[in-house]
Structure formats: C-alpha cells, structure tokens
C-alpha cells in the first residue's frame, strides 16, 4: 500500500474511533438526574468556560474559505485546516465536559437531553468536515455541505444550551416585551406574569409533563398546587404560596425552582410574582387595578416608570 493511502487510512481511523466514543459518552455516563462524583462534576464544570472556543473557531472557518479566494488575502488559505482542527477538537472537549457536568451534577430532563446530542452531532459532522477537508483537496463541494450542516448544528446547540440556562425566549424578550404593548390596561397577569412562567416552568410544568404533579398552564391547577399539597398560589399571601417559597431557596437548596442547570430567576422577575400574589393574584386585573392595590410597593414604582 502507498505512504499516501495508508495515512489516509489511518486518519479515517482515528476520525471514526473519536466519532463513536462522542456517540457512545450518553450510554457511559448516563443521566439519572442524581448527582455522580464531585470531581467529575468539578472537571464538567468547565464546560461553561470551554464551550466558547467551538463557536468562535468554527465562525471563522468560512470566513477564511471566502478570503482565501481573494487576491489580496490569499494567504490565509493554510490557516483553514489548523483552524478547523482546532474547532473539532474545541468542540469534542466541550462535550465530553457537559456529559460530565450533567452527569456529575445530577441533570437530566429533556432540555438537557437534546442540548447533549446537539453536542454530540455537531462534533460528529465537525470531524467529518475535517476529514473531507483534508482528504478531498479536489472536490470540495461535499465539504462545503459538511461546513455548512456543522455551523447550522453548532447554531441549534447552543441555543438549545442558552434556553437551558437563561429560558426560552431569552435573547428576544427585550425585544418583544415593549413598554409600548403594554398599557395601564393590560391584564397584569397576561403581560408580565405568566411570560416568566411560560419561559422557565412550562418546560416541565404544562400539558405535557407535570413534574410533582403540578401544572401551571391551567390556572386553576397553578393555584392549587401540586403532590406536596400546598398551594401553589395563595392570593394576597406570598410567603404562603409554594410557587414564591420555591423561587426564593438558596441557590445550593435542592428544591429551587427553576432546577438547575437552569439559572434561578432575576429579583426583578421574582418582586414582579410576589406582587401579583399580593395583588390579589387573579388573572383579570388590569395593571391600573394591581396598582392601586398595592400603590407604595417598589414593583408598582417600576411598573408605573416603564409605563411612562
Ligand atoms: C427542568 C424541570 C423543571 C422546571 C423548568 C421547573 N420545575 Fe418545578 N418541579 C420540577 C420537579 C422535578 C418537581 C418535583 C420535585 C420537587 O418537588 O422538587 C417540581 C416541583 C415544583 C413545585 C412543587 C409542587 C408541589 O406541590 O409538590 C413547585 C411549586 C414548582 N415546581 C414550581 C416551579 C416554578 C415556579 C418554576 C419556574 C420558575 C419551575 N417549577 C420550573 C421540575 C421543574
């Protein structure tokens, strides 16, 4: 066999082997949703820092591929493989880490399931792009493909990651949540109470699952409570509401609502619920209503600032 066909050989080999260890990682450290070793959580923890290096590296790629192809910057052309080496490897590390954060810190559920295998798919297509990079010089239209699957999958990973750690709607609810739409008219519960629920507890608490039996989508159900047989909200008593009590636990408590890896909620998000219970917590009220019920609460001075 020639030197040339048995490094490329060896390549395939050693892209394939690191393939199925990434595919094979949920079935060797899997999520119970009990926290595993310390130290393994400790080394996962790194993933935050980690994940970062992927998703500038492999931006880069493409704009590299375009400036090669320029007169003048041509000479970028034999970064590109070093560049996209680095970017699998960045991207492989990054999820071996999160396997082992979540297995070493207990997570599971369904965000942090489908954020794995976005980690997992991205780094398998990344070592598939490097190896048609290297080893079909000549006909680049598949690695074009390849590039182009990786960067769309790495973009849905992490998006899947952020709303895992910030919620859902994270990068547009500022947008979205204008002074402008809201009036002194807007029922205080449609505009700005139920959209936290429905960015960090519906994950697990709506139609479709209710963790602790407990369901927040339905109204009547939200007030009630769950299997602890609390109630979930008692109108005009926050202290008294298992909702208030499980979103202001210390941060290492177990029962803090939203879990992690969840982020708890701001203060801003939790003074807004605490005002509502004790306004009445009732879906009809206008915003004008809950703030001539509680008139001298700081949240009323905030609502009545955004308002202006
Ligand atoms: C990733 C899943 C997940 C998310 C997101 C989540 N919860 Fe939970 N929640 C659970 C699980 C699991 C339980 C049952 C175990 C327990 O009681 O701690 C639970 C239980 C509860 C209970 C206790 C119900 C009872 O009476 O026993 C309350 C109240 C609650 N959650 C409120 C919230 C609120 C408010 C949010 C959003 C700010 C939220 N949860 C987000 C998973 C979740």
């Known amino acids: 066999m020639n030197p040339l066909k048995k490094k ?23 999520m119970s949703g009990k926290p595993g070793p310390n130290l393994i959580a400790a080394l996962g923890r790194f993933h ?36 996209l080496t680095l970017a699998t490897l960045s991207a492989m590390a990054a999820t071996v880490l999160g396997v082992l954060l979540a297995y070493g810190d ?27 990079k290297q080893l079909s010089a000549r006909t680049p239209l598949l690695y074009f493909c390849l590039l182009g699957l990786s960067l769309v999958s790495l973009v849905l990973a992490s998006d899947h990651g952020a709303a895992l750690v910030h919620g859902k ?5 500022k947008l979205k949540r204008t002074p402008s739409e809201i009036s002194l008219d807007s029922s205080i519960y449609t505009a ?11 994950e697990c608490h709506s139609s479709d699952k209710f963790k602790g039996d407990f369901r927040m989508d339905d109204f009547t159900l939200l007030l009630a409570g769950g299997e602890s047989g609390m109630s979930g909200i008692v109108p005009g008593d926050p202290e008294d509401s298992e909702v208030y009590y499980r979103i202001t636990l210390k941060p290492t408590s177990k029962g803090l609502m939203p879990p992690s890896p969840h982020l708890p909620l701001s203060t801003n998000d939790i003074d807004l619920i605490a005002f509502w219970i004790a306004s009445g917590a009732s879906q009809s009220p206008t915003l004008q209503e809950a703030l001539q019920s509680n008139p001298s609460d700081p949240v009323a001075e905030l609502i009545r600032a955004t308002l202006q």
């Open 48 to 83: 935050i820092l980690v994940l970062h290096f992927p998703i500038a590296l492999l931006f880069i790629v493409p704009v590299f591929e375009l400036l090669a192809r320029t007169r003048s910057m041509g000479s970028v052309r034999p970064a590109i493989l070093p560049l």
């Open 106 to 132: 207990g997570f599971s559920g369904e965000g942090v399931r489908l954020h794995m295998w976005g980690g997992i798919v991205t780094s398998v297509l990344l070592i598939a792009t490097r190896l048609t």
């Open 192 to 202: 700005l109470v139920q959209p936290i629920f429905r960015n960090h507890c519906y």
């Open 8 to 30: 490329q050989l060896r390549l395939i080999g050693i892209g394939g082997a690191a393939a199925l260890f990434l595919l094979l990682l949920p079935a060797l450290f899997p």
């Open 169 to 173: 709607t994270f990068l547009t609810e």
